[in-house]
């Protein structure tokens, strides 16, 4: 499938500055190779006394479609997805207000990845496409809580099991039950953390706190002993309903003195439309928002201590990322109502998150990589940092060269859609078209100049709109998308 943006007599300018080529990128990859002696595959202990494993799938595609290789890996790979977390939240993202400090150092450590987005602002079909490196619409999770994962697929898991690592996916609320998606292939522990919590309210969704999770994140650290593993641990924090726990629920709006609190009667009644916070009342809910971002980094710092702790850190390429963001009024919804939580559009409130990659041996610290990056590019560059194969199935394509010093001959095109079909985006090389394929009716967004995408500016500028209009349509097809 031919799913590379058409390059040559493209009328979009140039953007070296911004989108185009990573000028911004200082680092280089050293050459080392990460390939050592021979072992065999361990199972690993399950994580902790206040959890259970769901249940758990043999890891049966992995383990008999290929034959465990006799060499042994030696990296080990630790992906993190913080669930609703926009990128302009975080302070090395350009945020001001949100102290973040834990991911700052982290994105200082390793690379920053400043324009990276996603393919739809929903949960399950944004991991299916980090884990599996496909769009939602050809990985068949497309529609949340109705598709399953295709099971002829790899994911992240199956890939590395069958190179020998011990593979864990520890994860925040139930939404990822097998049942529902089809994500444990290949994984030996397969854990819903917020299995045994308490709804407070009848059809409450259930969250782990980032203190629950962190504490199985590091009982599983340890439970790996000196095996390679894969992990794939996932926080749900910054997700509605927001409840942070102090000091964090009036760290950012102390003064606030109304009703208006993030639970879970919040939520049902914004989506309802019987509550349409403004003003000091939509402050306050951005400001639990920002509490729970605070309270997750400030318990992810955990995690990298256990890391440094079991001397790890350096053996270990850790990649954190989201799987959408979260939309607080900015734009006119796609739906109805207000347009507050997720999935309400394809505007960069959803679609920008953070990508921050770390691994010493091949990562100069500081390395900032400006170039458009995308959910599918995850899994290829996971693979080849760890020196594993490449997948086949794969539609993204690794970001190592970005790291390497910034070339990339083929810029990426980030193609996106609402699970309706109804809305699809691009973006590239500085713009951005929405379509809503309904009423034929574009907008195009100057993300150089104006990334909160407030002024459409398609009237003077209709050779990119039909530039872009043409590479969605492409894609629209090839993926099947309408
Ligand atoms: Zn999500």
Redesign the pocket.
């Known amino acids: 499938m031919g799913r590379r943006p058409a390059s040559p007599g493209s009328p979009l300018r140039s953007r070296r500055e911004f989108l185009g080529i990573a000028a911004a990128t200082v680092g280089a990859l050293g050459l080392l190779s990460a390939c050592g002696a021979g072992t065999s595959r361990t199972p690993v202990a399950t994580a902790g006394p206040t959890t259970r494993p769901t249940a758990v799938a043999s890891s049966s595609v992995a383990a008999t479609a290929t034959p465990p290789r006799v060499s042994r890996p030696r990296t080990s790979v630790l992906l993190v997805t913080i669930?609703?977390l926009r990128a302009d939240q975080l302070r090395s993202y350009g945020q001001q207000l949100v102290q973040t400090p834990t991911l700052d150092a982290f994105a200082a450590q390793g690379a920053r990845f400043a324009w990276h987005m996603v393919h739809q602002p929903?949960?399950l079909p944004?991991?299916g496409s980090i884990l599996t490196g496909m769009y939602p619409s050809s990985d068949g999770v497309r529609v949340q809580l109705v598709d399953k994962l295709s099971p002829t697929l790899d994911t992240a898991g199956t890939a590395f099991a069958r190179q020998g690592y011990s593979t864990a996916a520890l994860f925040s609320c139930s939404v990822f039950d097998p049942k529902n998606c089809g994500f444990q292939r290949g994984f030996d522990v397969y854990q819903d953390l917020s299995f045994g919590l308490t709804a407070g309210q009848p059809g409450e969704m259930l969250k782990s706190s980032a203190g629950r999770t962190t504490d199985a994140a590091i009982a599983q650290l340890r439970a790996f002993g000196d095996q390679p593993f894969f992990l794939w641990l996932h926080y749900i924090d910054p997700?509605c309903p927001y409840v942070p726990p102090a000091p964090f629920a009036n760290k950012y709006d102390p003064n606030y003195h109304g009703t208006l609190n993030g639970g879970w009667t919040t939520v049902t009644e914004i989506l309802a439309e019987k509550l349409r916070p403004k003003g000091a009342d939509l402050e306050r809910l951005k400001s639990l928002y920002q509490g729970e971002i605070s309270y997750v980094d400030s318990q992810i710092g955990r995690v990298f201590a256990e890391l440094d702790q079991l001397d790890r850190a350096q053996s270990t390429v850790v990649a954190v990322t989201a799987?959408?963001g979260e939309s607080f009024a900015e734009h006119r919804d796609f739906f109805t109502g207000e347009g507050i939580y997720?999935p309400r559009s394809l505007y960069n409130t959803e679609l920008h998150v953070p990508l921050m990659l770390r691994y010493p041996p091949r990562i100069r610290p500081g390395t900032v990589v400006s170039s458009l990056t995308r959910a599918i590019d995850i899994l290829p560059t996971l693979l080849e940092l760890s020196d594993q194969p490449a997948l086949p199935q794969v539609q993204g394509k690794s970001l190592t060269p970005l790291l390497e010093g910034g070339k990339d001959d083929s810029p990426r095109a980030v193609f996106s859609a609402m699970s309706n079909s109804i809305f699809t985006s691009v973006a590239s090389e500085g713009w951005k078209l929405i379509q809503n394929n309904a009423t034929k009716q574009q907008h195009l967004y100057d993300l150089a100049n104006d990334p909160a995408e407030m002024d459409d500016v398609l009237p003077a500028n209709r050779a990119i709109a039909a530039h872009l209009s043409a590479q969605l349509a492409t894609w629209s097809l090839e993926e099947r998308i309408f």
Do not use: E
């Open positions: 669930d609703t929903q949960t944004s991991h997700h799987d959408h997720h």
